[in-house]
């Protein structure tokens, strides 16, 4: 059996301002249809031997988890919950150690939630062919065939020449993200690939070497697992055991030491989509070389990326530009500087700006709300409750709420007093008073929020019952 630990910890900064803290890329469906996590899930329904799916994911993040693996129907075995970061190896060992336990001799398939593969079936097979490997105790790695000397990866060099295992060749380096004239010596070798940061190895073989080559962090894992706590859906570790764990990536804890290590090469059209520029890579281009998403209107633009959100964005004149339209913020940048975009992130965050961690539309466990309007005593908000879902009870020490239905039915308690409302019905919700919106139809429930009072700020919530488990 393999099974998947799909890390969802990025938060995608590159890709502001699609991207933010709490709706990073791996949520997004920015290549098709589905988001890149449920595209990384939907793939492996190719292997024959599939398990349950185990995910390892930020905390504030576990409702967007639970969701969109529900919304593909994906078996889930864990969702694993971190309210710190560590790395890759601390969440793939958190991961291992529950399935050592649970599946024992199972093999783990490491892949990050944020990677494009365009050709599943390619992948498939390079997953078939390190199998065996894994079985018999190799950490297997893929390394994908490069295309050009790309400064942006690093790289793992084989020995191809040397005794393979079935199609899986010996590491015998791991190499930071080079300069030019190496880059290009590298991809001239052809003994090089890069780094896809996808790995398939026994989780009984991983624990093995990290309690050879980096105790430190099977320790505080295996504290975090023992006195980890079931909260709804997800697993939460312990938070100060798990934030003990030295923050580093597989390939630093374990892979650059083992002496078990493979390689798989991986020709399968991958992409980590690590910049904007990587978008306009992997999709089809008109016959200018532009890609269009969404209401836009170009005249003489050539080799650019151009996608807007909620208007039209015009361009007139442009070469090799991104241009990047959402509801609160527009992005321009030159396609060979993308990778600075970062730098914006960290301007936002150090002035505090919400641009930075949020859109205007804030998704909840229960549903979403976006802020339509806000000055001085007032804000007025759309809001979208899920069939069955509720709102905490709740109550505001320094505003009042009015509530107008515009779609669908809601069911609306004010302190001891309980009211349905239909469409063109609304209600009042004074200061201080609890109350609580559900939703009790089989369609969405949307309605108009109008907050009136001085101060209007998300904090002022006090919750005394919450189905969600919400402090």
């Not at 988890?65 to 190896?89: P, S």
């Not at 996608?307 to 015009?314: D, E, I, K």
């Not at 990047?324 to 975009?341: G, H, S």
């Amino acid at each position: 059996m393999i099974i998947p630990v799909i890390l969802s910890g990025g938060s995608g900064t590159r890709l502001w301002p699609l991207s933010r803290a709490l709706y990073p890329k791996q949520f997004l469906s920015i290549i098709g249809e589905k988001s890149m996590l449920q595209d990384t899930v939907l793939r492996l329904s190719l292997l024959d031997d599939l398990g349950p799916v185990y995910t390892v994911c930020n905390e504030s993040h576990r409702f967007l988890v639970a969701e969109q693996l529900r919304e593909i129907e994906a078996e889930i075995g864990e969702i694993i919950l971190e309210q710190t970061g560590r790395n890759t190896a601390p969440a793939s060992a958190a991961a291992a150690l529950l399935i050592a336990r649970k599946h024992p001799g199972a093999l783990m398939l490491v892949l990050p939630a944020d990677h494009v593969i365009l050709d599943p079936q390619a992948f498939r097979e390079a997953i078939f062919t390190g199998r065996a490997a894994a079985r018999e105790g190799a950490l297997v790695t893929f390394g994908v065939v490069p295309l050009s000397a790309e400064t942006g990866y690093g790289y793992i060099r084989a020995s191809l020449k040397g005794e393979a295992y079935n199609g899986a060749y010996p590491v015998l380096e791991f190499v930071e993200k080079p300069c030019q004239q190496t880059a290009e010596r590298f991809f001239a070798s052809g003994d090089y690939f890069w780094n896809s940061g996808i790995f398939l190895f026994r989780a009984e073989s991983y624990l093995q070497e990290l309690e050879m080559y980096a105790p430190s962090i099977l320790g505080a894992c295996r504290e975090a697992i023992e006195k980890a706590v079931e909260d709804l859906d997800f697993l939460r570790l312990d938070a100060e055991a798990f934030q003990s764990s030295p923050s580093d990536s597989i390939d630093y804890a374990v892979m650059e030491k083992t002496g078990r290590a493979l390689l798989v090469p991986l020709d399968a059209g991958w992409s980590d989509i690590g910049a904007w520029s990587a978008l306009w890579d992997v999709h089809e281009r008109d016959e200018a070389g532009n890609v269009k998403k969404g209401d836009v209107l170009l005249h003489d633009v050539r080799n650019s990326y151009i996608h807007a959100t909620s208007r039209l964005v015009a361009a007139v004149g442009l070469d090799d530009h991104i241009i990047i339209e959402t509801a609160d913020a527009v992005l321009v940048a030159a396609k060979d500087r993308v990778q600075d975009v970062q730098l914006l992130v960290e301007q936002l965050n150090r002035k505090e700006r919400d641009e930075a961690v949020m859109h205007r539309r804030v998704y909840r466990p229960w549903g979403s709300y976006e802020t339509v309007d806000v000055s001085g005593r007032f804000k007025v908000k759309r809001i979208t409750v899920n069939p069955g879902a509720a709102l905490s009870l709740q109550k505001h020490q320094h505003r009042a709420e009015h509530w107008i239905v515009v779609r669908g039915r809601a069911l609306v308690t004010v302190e001891d007093r309980t009211i349905e409302l239909h469409e063109d019905q609304s209600t009042y919700i004074p200061v201080g008073s609890f109350h609580r919106l559900e939703n009790p139809a089989q369609v969405p429930l949307e309605l108009i929020e109008v907050q009136t009072g001085g101060y209007l700020g998300e904090d002022d919530i006090v919750r005394v019952e919450d189905r969600y488990g919400r402090q």
